[in-house]
């Protein structure tokens, strides 16, 4: 971490989370903070579902919810930017407090239930920035209140489609009851048939993701990965927060309710990758979330299955300069190894990750 960062993590962390957060955001928009240079290595560049993504590291969903600052998001060294989750309408989520750091465990658990302004704010700030290229994905929800889930998310694609590198159904956030229950198979196949429909009738058609949780079974896993491949929807995002609660330090606010991110996430969400890469097969693109906090895990979320990898839990502690830290020491390590491209590491631990129990 740079004396910069320490200095900013100190102030941050003495205020409430969620403030910390807004004043996060606040700061990008105002185009700080200053971080080094990202290197731009041609070994690090990706090509998926037709996308040239500059590196293989992105922000994940649930930071800039309400498409305010990708454009600073991607000055920072991200490869990519995925906004939301937006809903319909705005809705305030959740009542305070509903955000905690595990700051002994680089974690955090959060219950802020997709708290947005709505699909009107999102699309008007995504229109304003059209035109200045680098990659924004939408990550789209469904309202708490929605009689109609699935029409929530054809509403999404619809309003996104035309703005949107990608777009991603969120149904693996832990806060929104029920969301998760959309993962079983007759209603995921439901959503799936719709969701790709609502692509087809758009004026753009642009790839489509599904982000999954890590706490499934194999029974489970197996059956997503059947109505994927049936649904021809292009990847998988693996994984949204846990709500289990593996061993932690912190233990003041260790029970709080929520989505557990951050560290202790990285052993069970790179199973899940794993083994969704395996049944997939190598062709379905695969974006690997949880853990991420530095190249070495970055790297081996690529090795276990991952095309992309994407964090933010991470950059909560490690500061706004992680992303080019990481890109530098992805580049070094793939130098060092003879590799001509990230992509010849897709995999390689693959066995290794798969065999394990979830």
């Given at each position: 971490?740079?004396?910069l960062?320490?200095i ?7 205020l ?27 070994r690090?560049r ?29 000055g920072l ?12 309408l705005?809705?305030?989520?959740n009542?305070r ?10 974690a ?45 998310y ?8 035309p ?8 149904i ?27 692509r ?15 706490d ?18 292009d ?30 996430l ?7 990758l ?6 997939l ?8 979330v ?6 070495e895990?970055?790297l081996?979320?690529?090795r276990?299955g ?38 010849e590491?897709r ?12």
């Amino acid at each position: 971490m740079s004396a910069l960062d320490a200095i900013g993590r100190k102030l941050l962390f003495s205020l409430d989370p969620e403030t910390a957060h807004g004043l996060s955001i606040a700061a990008l928009r105002c185009g700080l903070p200053v971080g080094p240079k990202p290197p731009r290595d041609e070994r690090l560049r990706v090509r998926l579902c037709g996308l040239d993504f500059p590196n293989p590291l992105g922000m994940a969903a649930g930071y800039d919810k309400n498409a305010e600052v990708p454009d600073a998001l991607l000055g920072l060294g991200f490869g990519f930017a995925e906004v939301g989750t937006v809903t319909p309408l705005a809705q305030p989520g959740n009542p305070r407090p509903r955000i905690f750091r595990l700051t002994e465990d680089e974690a955090v658990i959060n219950r802020l239930g997709f708290n947005n302004e709505g699909h009107e704010a999102a699309e008007r700030r995504l229109r304003a920035r059209k035109g200045r290229g680098g990659i924004v994905g939408v990550n789209i929800g469904a309202n708490k209140d929605s009689a109609d889930r699935i029409a929530d998310y054809e509403r999404g694609v619809a309003r996104f489609a035309p703005l949107a590198s990608y777009l991603t159904a969120n149904i693996s956030s832990p806060n929104t009851p029920g969301l998760r229950n959309m993962q079983a198979r007759a209603q995921l196949a439901e959503l799936l048939s719709r969701v790709m429909a609502a692509r087809e009738a758009a004026a753009a058609r642009p790839p489509v993701f599904l982000k999954i949780a890590p706490d499934l079974v194999e029974a489970e896993l197996e059956d997503i990965a059947a109505e994927v491949l049936a649904s021809g929807i292009d990847g998988v995002i693996v994984s949204n927060t846990t709500i289990s609660r593996p061993p932690l330090k912190s233990g003041a606010v260790a029970g709080e309710t929520g989505g557990l991110s951050g560290k202790v996430l990285f052993e069970r969400s790179t199973v899940v990758l794993a083994k969704m890469r395996k049944l997939l097969g190598p062709e379905i693109a695969i974006i690997g979330v949880g853990g991420v906090n530095s190249a070495e895990t970055a790297l081996e979320k690529i090795r276990a299955g991952a095309d992309l990898v994407q964090l933010y839990t991470g950059m909560i502690f490690a500061g706004p300069s992680l992303p080019a830290r990481m890109l530098s020491d992805m580049a070094g390590a793939l130098q060092r190894g003879g590799h001509a491209s990230v992509r010849e590491l897709r995999d390689v631990s693959l066995e290794k990750w798969a065999v394990k129990s979830l």
